[in-house]
């Protein structure tokens, strides 16, 4: 729960803010409740602010001076017949501002923060996934196994999508020695850690590969199934599509066996032992290489920054196999239901069909996503407060990085909001946090259904939150 610490003092009265974003104001003003410190002068250009708080001192904000300033922007014809909106005072956990805030509504990318959320809580901030090859049945087979990890790369490509990610060369040299004069023959490729469909109900065609903004989910993969290791939030990043052989064809090509003889298959059970050293013949089973993502919490970064729908996928499976469901987006579904229900979230608040926000027929309230928020700045779950870290901050980077510059007013919450976004066809949804010129943390869901058009509706969705940061309430 979050804990406000009220103490009387000679000087008035002292606010101990909860959880980690508590610290945010603290560490950007110089000192607890203090003035801001000194800015340092650079010839160079400054950038925005992020998350600066506004001048010492406020009073917490008064539900009814929320409503007069938000009722008339959330009624704009720029979001539609629909709004879902809730906004809550972090500290005191005092609720603003609502409507429909109980009724699940399309999600769209903002589903990632129960996604972060329940991996998170499920697997911890320094798990790591593994990508291995052990020894096929017969000479110079080898078998690759996918362990989950789409942020595997490789380093012949020019531009670096995922910094620090396992490279599937390394895995390939480690192969090479294990190998020793055995020359290879055939590549076998083990995609069974997932099960059932590769893609999503509500998902559409246009989604998925080549031309989508997702990839078919397998367990093996480069840059999230990208033929090219760029990120366009909106698509256009081309897909293999089939990424699991695609990595297998390469891996070949690495170390020296056919690309014709890739093919799908199952990983011998292990001989035992210990790894495989340089050898004529290697037992089936044998491990001959490994290499782990970087830690859990990175790709977590990963996924919220860019709103990687293949990231939030393969994050989601973590959450089932966590659990001992299977890794399917059933078992996902399931998985992440029972998470929320242990963390003391509102479960029943969501509907899932994908771990990503990319299926129309998601459906979450803006309560459930306000209280998971609620939670993870608490600091009672500190492996949740791992999410600020990755949400995008306006004006400033990820899926926000372009947002909060026009209209003009809505330029006032730049670097000072910090939230997930969230697009579907005729849906736009943005869920986070943010610092009031009164220093009060607000946690925030708004959920717009039925705009005609995307982009006055995020400018619409961005004025609402721009105004909580500035209405002095």
């Known amino acids: 729960m979050l804990i406000v610490l009220v103490l009387a003092a000679a000087g008035g009265i002292v606010v101990t803010r909860p959880g980690p974003v508590g610290g945010w104001v603290d560490a950007l003003t110089g000192k607890p409740g203090g003035t801001p410190s000194p800015t340092v002068t650079t010839p160079e250009p400054t950038p925005t602010p992020v998350l600066v708080a506004a001048a010492a001192g406020g009073s917490a904000p008064d539900p009814a001076t929320v409503k007069e300033a938000l009722d008339p922007l959330v009624e704009a014809g720029a979001l539609g017949s629909t709004v879902h909106i809730q906004v809550v005072d972090v500290s005191t956990k005092t609720l603003l501002y609502e409507r429909n805030a109980d009724a699940k509504t399309t999600p769209a990318s903002t589903t990632k923060v129960l996604t972060a959320a329940t991996v998170l809580a499920a697997r911890g901030a320094a798990h790591r996934l593994e990508t291995r090859v052990v020894a096929g049945d017969a000479p110079g087979e080898v ?35 294990a190998l020793g004069g055995t020359k290879p023959t055939r590549v076998l490729v083990d995609t069974t850690l997932f099960e059932g469909p590769e893609t999503a109900a509500g998902w559409s065609s246009s989604d998925i590969s080549p031309g989508g903004q997702v990839a078919r989910i397998q367990s093996l993969m480069t840059n999230a199934g990208r033929i090219e290791p760029v990120h366009n939030e909106f698509g256009g990043d081309p897909r293999y599509a089939d990424p699991a052989l695609s990595v297998g064809r390469l891996f070949a090509e690495m170390i020296g066996a056919p690309t014709s003889s890739v093919k799908r298959g199952e990983a011998p059970e292990e001989g035992g032992g210990t790894p495989a050293s340089a050898g004529p013949v290697l037992a089936p089973g044998t491990e001959m290489g490994k290499v782990e993502s970087p830690p859990l919490v990175q790709i977590v970064d990963w996924m919220l920054q860019q709103s990687d729908n293949v990231l939030a996928e393969v994050l989601g499976r973590q959450v089932a196999l966590a659990a001992g469901e299977e890794a399917s987006f059933a078992g996902t579904a399931r998985a992440m239901g029972a998470k929320l229900t242990e963390l003391g979230l509102p479960a029943e608040q969501a509907s899932l069909k994908d771990a990503s926000g990319l299926s129309n027929r998601n459906g979450i309230t803006p309560d459930l996503l306000v209280q998971t928020l609620q939670l993870a700045a608490a600091g009672t779950r500190p492996e949740l407060s791992n999410i600020f870290n990755g949400l995008p901050v306006a004006g400033w980077s990820g899926t926000l990085e372009t947002r909060f510059a026009t209209p003009s007013d809505n330029a006032t919450a730049q670097g000072i909001v910090r939230a997930k976004t969230g697009s579907l066809s005729g849906v736009s949804t943005l869920a986070g946090v943010l610092v009031t010129r009164e220093r009060q943390i607000l946690a925030f869901a708004i959920m717009a259904k039925g705009g005609a058009n995307a982009i006055t509706a995020r400018q619409a969705i961005d004025k609402i939150a721009a105004r909580l940061v500035d209405c002095g309430c």
């Open 143 to 177: 078998v690759i196994i996918g362990g989950g990890d789409a942020t595997l790369a490789v380093a012949e490509d020019d531009k670096d999508l995922f910094p620090g990610a396992a490279l599937l060369d390394d895995l390939a040299a480690q192969v090479k020695k």
